[in-house]
Every structure is written in C-alpha cells, then in structure tokens.
C-alpha cells in the first residue's frame, strides 16, 4: 500500500479522500499544520505529498519549498482551489511534480498519484542498483557487485538508512525499528554500529559521501 500524507485544512474533503483513496490501495495520511506535516516527513516515510496552498502558519508554496529542500526524492503535487496562475508557475519553479485545480475528479487525482509514484521508484531502482543494492529475502546489501559482510544489526541500521535516503534517521527512531537492538539501546551503541558501517562501505566520516551525522538527532544517507 502507498502511503501519502495530505496537508489540508478542510477536514471534510480530507476524510472523503482517506475513503476513496483507500480503494486503490493508498493510505492517506491527514494534517492540517505545515509544522506537524515537517515533523511526520522526519520521522515517518511517504511515497507522496498532496499538498494545499491556504494554510495555517504558512502558504503551501513555502511549505512546498521547504520539503524539496529536505526531501528531494518525495514527489509533491499541489491540490487547491486558487486560480492564480502566477501560484502555478511558482510552483513548478519551486519544485512541485504536479498541480490539480479543485475541484476536481479523484479518479484524476489517484491517476495523478499512481503515474508519480511510479515514476520515483522507478528512478530509485536504477539508482540504488548503481552503488548500493538490498536484498531482503536474504538480508544481505552490495555494494555495486560486491557483497558486504554485514551483521545482523549492521544490515538493519544500513537497510533503514538506504530505504529513507536524504531523510533525517532518528537514533531513537533506529533503537526502536531495529530488531537486532534493543530498544533502550544507548547512543552510543547506535553510534559504533554506524561507525562499523562507515568503515565497510569506505566512508570518510569527516568528508562523508554515503552517511552523514546530524549533531544530536542521528544520521542521514546522502549517497545518490
């Protein structure tokens, strides 16, 4: 199932669409702040942002802007029922995938999501199969053609940070998502796993070109 996250503050038509989308397999995700909606890409995956321009706190096209900043690889379109043509271009320019005018047909809107979703994983694949490939049927990763020798922990924390790449990774987002550690694993355990990594995959950790560190929060995969 896809999972997409709408900022919109009509809660009636937000509702309606977690309905419908829910059809064509797409699992709709509601917020009505831009604060909350940077809070759940940071720790949380989507495939997609369906985003509205009249907002609380700031207008969609900033919001717009910030998320491209941060989350290049997440595709956006913009769904609102300004009919400015100037909001369009800017859009376009600030990094927006798509626009629909409301109101419109949701069968339009699932095509518009599908074609997209489509498209980035695709341009994923043909990334990751050029430096780092996972495969999870026997939880190994490779490096180009290479077989990493990875253990259980380590394959978990790299596969986590592949599968949310250019997204901040928490470290209590990774104690608690990795089964190989516990829970309460301290930072500093996280931290020698990582380093353990870094040091498989020839990462120079002051000149990173694969994980980088985010001074007290974790880590993030900047590879392409």
């Known amino acids: 199932m896809s999972r997409v996250l709408m900022v919109e503050d009509d809660l009636e038509?937000?509702?309606?669409?977690?309905?419908?989308?829910?059809?064509?397999?797409?699992?709709?995700?509601?917020v009505t702040l831009p604060?909350?909606?940077?809070?759940?890409?940071?720790?949380?995956?989507?495939?997609?942002?369906?985003?509205d321009l009249g907002l609380p706190e700031?207008?969609?096209l900033e919001l717009c802007?910030?998320?491209?900043?941060?989350?290049?690889n997440i595709p956006i379109i913009i769904s609102t029922a300004r009919i400015d043509?100037?909001?369009?271009?800017?859009?376009?320019?600030?990094?927006?995938?798509?626009?629909?005018?409301?109101p419109y047909e949701p069968r339009e809107l699932v095509a518009r999501i599908q074609a997209l979703i489509k498209r980035y994983?695709?341009?994923?694949?043909?990334?990751?199969?050029e430096l780092f490939r996972i495969d999870r049927t026997k939880m190994q990763i490779y490096k180009e053609t290479s077989l990493l020798e990875l253990t259980m922990a380590e394959?978990?924390?790299?596969?986590?940070?592949?599968?949310?790449?250019?997204?901040?990774?928490?470290?209590?987002?990774?104690?608690?998502s990795v089964d190989a550690i516990r829970w309460d694993s301290s930072d500093r355990s996280i931290d020698v796993i990582v380093s353990r990594i870094?040091?498989?995959?020839?990462?120079?950790?002051?000149n990173p070109k694969y994980i980088k560190s985010i001074r007290g929060v974790g880590y993030k995969y900047i590879g392409d």
Not at 16 to 30: K, P, Q, T
Not at 65 to 72: A, E, G
Not at 166 to 172: A, E, F, I, L, W
């Open 121 to 129: 994983n695709k341009f994923e694949q043909i990334a990751s199969v």
């Open 155 to 176: 394959y978990e924390i790299f596969a986590l940070l592949l599968s949310k790449k250019h997204t901040v990774v928490s470290r209590d987002f990774i104690a608690n």
């Open 13 to 30: 038509i937000s509702q309606l669409l977690e309905i419908y989308l829910s059809r064509y397999g797409i699992e709709l995700m509601c």
């Open 58 to 60: 700031m207008d969609g």
């Open 198 to 206: 870094r040091h498989k995959i020839d990462d120079d950790t002051k």
């Open 65 to 72: 802007k910030l998320i491209k900043q941060s989350y290049p």
């Open 85 to 102: 043509v100037s909001d369009k271009v800017v859009a376009f320019d600030i990094g927006a995938d798509d626009y629909i005018s409301k």
């Open 35 to 51: 604060s909350v909606a940077l809070e759940k890409l940071s720790i949380e995956q989507y495939e997609l942002v369906l985003l």
